[in-house]
């Protein structure tokens, strides 16, 4: 089997990317929070006076959980295509790599969800929820579908693992 080389470069691009922009957003954060400036830079046009500063840090201690889980989970799949390398297939490391990837996905997107709807009813003061369906691939659904199938492919390895050892046993 050929090391999938592609994946691994963008996957490897992605997780810089990220990490980066997290590293940014952190940092931000903390001299903003060292001088004890205003907090409108994140993401809200104009805040409203009455805005409680306790809701806005909430909201922006879930982005920040949001975004780490999906650095974290970038990172658990750049080491799992990096375990393809060494042509052993259905590892302890793959199969733990490939669950806890798709549990992260779809713990981000699920907060990513929870934050929109928290932003909106705080800030805007209206509740709204918005589940329709995008035709991106940034759509919710189509991100906790492939986290899913993450968790699935695990599954799948796990007893490709077990059928394996049961093989080399028999005779």
């Known amino acids: 089997m050929r090391p ?12 810089i990317f990220s990490a980066f922009s997290l ?3 952190l940092i931000s954060l903390i001299i903003t929070f060292s001088t004890e400036t205003d907090l ?5 046009e104009k805040p409203p006076e009455d805005l409680n ?23 658990v799949l750049r080491k799992l295509i990096r375990s393809f390398f060494g042509n052993k297939l259905y590892t302890k490391l793959q199969i733990t790599a490939l669950n ?3 549990r992260l996905i779809c713990l981000s997107v699920i907060l990513g969800a929870v934050s929109e709807f928290l932003k909106k009813m705080i800030v805007d003061s209206r509740i709204e929820l ?19 199938f993450l968790i699935f492919l695990s599954k799948v390895f796990a007893n490709a693992r077990q059928l394996k050892q049961e093989n080399e046993l028999t005779i």
């Open 100 to 102: 806890l990837s798709g």
């Open 4 to 15: 999938p080389i592609l994946l691994k470069t963008i996957l490897d691009i992605c997780f």
């Open 130 to 148: 918005n589940f329709g369906f995008e035709f991106s691939f940034s759509s919710f659904w189509i991100i906790l579908a492939f986290g899913i």
């Open 40 to 44: 409108s830079f994140v993401s809200i």
């Open 23 to 25: 590293v940014v957003f």
């Open 53 to 75: 500063n306790f809701a806005l840090w909430g909201l922006i201690l879930i982005e920040v959980i949001k975004t780490c889980a999906f650095v974290y989970g970038l990172y």
